[in-house]
């Protein structure tokens, strides 16, 4: 599974891709399911940012962290869990044991997040689900 954006689909928050050649050597030959859980939860292309509050990935399952957009203050934790529960989904029906994901985003972080505006150690939303259920994710930058 690798996050849509690297691949090279217009579908980050501001409508850019992140096209990464190096994702896509290192694909070259294998099997891969692209995901943009922001996308698939249904937000909008571009949609405003979002940061988390309170904490990472892991304590928005606990529920002691939220995923709110930085200007309007628009709680977006239910889309985002939506949409991390659509790439497990995904990763179960086509058997993905390891997810190549978008470093930073609150989604699909696995080093670093934003959380309220600052740069932190931790994982997104989707990240922490899928490492819950024993799927393998690594980062793009470390490749």
Same mark, same amino acid.
């Given at each position: 599974?690798?996050?849509?954006?690297?691949?090279?689909?217009?579908?980050?928050?501001?409508?850019?891709?992140?096209?990464?050649?190096?994702?896509?050597?290192?694909?070259?030959?294998?099997?891969?399911?692209?995901?943009?859980?922001?996308?698939?939860?249904?937000?909008?292309?571009?949609?405003?940012?979002?940061?988390?509050?309170?904490?990472?990935?892991? $304590?928005?399952?606990?529920?002691?962290?939220?995923?709110?957009?930085?200007?309007?203050?628009?709680?977006?934790?239910?889309?985002?869990?939506?949409?991390?529960?659509?790439?497990? $989904?995904?990763?179960?029906?086509?058997?993905?044991?390891?997810?190549?994901?978008?470093?930073?985003?609150?989604?699909?972080?696995?080093?670093?997040?934003?959380?309220?505006?600052?740069?932190?150690?931790?994982?997104?939303?989707?990240?922490?689900?899928?490492?819950?259920?024993?799927?393998?994710?690594?980062?793009?930058?470390?490749?």
């Amino acid at each position: 599974m690798v996050s849509a954006c690297l691949l090279g689909e217009a579908c980050r928050y501001d409508g850019r891709s992140q096209r990464s050649e190096r994702v896509l050597a290192a694909l070259e030959g294998k099997a891969v399911v692209p995901i943009c859980p922001e996308v698939a939860s249904g937000l909008p292309i571009p949609r405003p940012p979002v940061d988390l509050r309170g904490g990472t990935g892991v $304590d928005v399952w606990a529920g002691q962290a939220r995923a709110v957009e930085r200007e309007a203050r628009t709680d977006r934790t239910e889309d985002f869990q939506r949409g991390a529960r659509l790439a497990l $989904d995904a990763a179960r029906r086509f058997d993905v044991t390891v997810a190549l994901l978008k470093e930073k985003s609150p989604s699909c972080g696995s080093q670093r997040v934003y959380e309220s505006g600052v740069l932190r150690s931790g994982e997104g939303i989707t990240t922490a689900l899928l490492r819950a259920e024993d799927i393998t994710v690594v980062s793009d930058e470390e490749l």
